[in-house]
């Protein structure tokens, strides 16, 4: 890539976009006037010896973008194995950042995502994988529908957006590879087919209240029953107390003496 449009300008559109995007280094790199500084030489003249300079300065500051397959290799030992689910898993959650513009989960964009699955199956260990959300970071929310969705929050735009996996992608990866099991035909097929085929796109908005975001800290409350603590505002109002989930009857365990 040219990092300045023409000869004789000083910094080209491109590169001034790129170097917008410099500021957390300023130690590294960093505008003098119209000049671009690096290691305290002036690499902005617009000469051919500028461009050569400048170039690998703005590709090492971009974060690189993992492949499907490189990926789909980190879902692999991260879930034990690769199936038809992790490559849904995988390409959803690719195509979900894309489509919110965000390039590093893993890094400088790491508080900025949250998800919702929609399935407890092998797609939502892709997903956490390739954005770097979890449970225990609060950025991973589980909704037991039973479907092979997702959704995908941009915490700084607000702006969400839902994939979900097309019914009629099973049967057009059979007849893609009739040759192959269902299991090969289905990983085989969905690394190739377009998105437009294998996923529903779809820009929603999910009403997240502040208790729900990552890094909230509200009061701890303790259940008038059972005296445990309850954060995050779960407990439940009954009869005039304060309870917990369980003590209001929705109880998923029953206690064994």
Not at 77 to 88: I, P, S, T, W, Y
Not at 91 to 104: N, P, S, T, W
Not at 208 to 233: A, D, M, S, T
Request: proline share 4%; aromatic share 6%; hydrophobic share 35%.
């Amino acid at each position: 890539m040219s990092c300045l449009r023409r000869p004789g300008t000083k910094i080209g559109c491109i590169a001034l976009l790129c170097l917008k995007k410099l500021q957390s280094h300023p130690s590294a790199v960093r505008l003098s006037g119209t000049s671009f500084v690096h290691a305290g030489r002036d690499c902005s003249d617009g000469s051919r010896q500028s461009r050569r300079q400048i170039c690998p300065i703005l590709r090492a500051q971009r974060p690189r973008v993992k492949t499907l397959s490189e990926y789909l290799q980190d879902a692999a030992v991260a879930h034990g194995h690769l199936c038809a689910g992790q490559v849904l898993g995988v390409r959803m959650a690719m195509l979900g950042l894309q489509k919110l513009g965000i390039d590093d989960p893993r890094g400088k964009d790491r508080k900025r995502v949250v998800t919702f699955v929609e399935i407890d199956r092998c797609a939502t260990d892709a997903i956490m994988v390739v954005t770097g959300c979890r449970l225990g970071k609060r950025a991973l929310k589980f909704r037991d529908w039973g479907k092979m969705a997702a959704t995908f929050i941009d915490l700084e735009s607000g702006k969400a957006v839902r994939i979900a996996a097309r019914e009629s992608s099973k049967a057009l990866a059979k007849s893609m590879y009739p040759e192959l099991e269902k299991n090969q035909q289905q990983m085989k097929a969905y690394q190739e087919m377009d998105e437009n085929r294998l996923f529903q796109t779809q820009w929603v908005k999910v009403g997240l209240p502040p208790e729900e975001f990552p890094g909230y800290k509200g009061e701890r409350i303790v259940c008038e029953q059972c005296g445990e603590g309850v954060n995050f505002h779960r407990e439940v109002k009954k009869d005039g107390k304060t309870l917990c989930r369980n003590c209001a009857g929705e109880r998923y365990y029953e206690v064994v003496e």
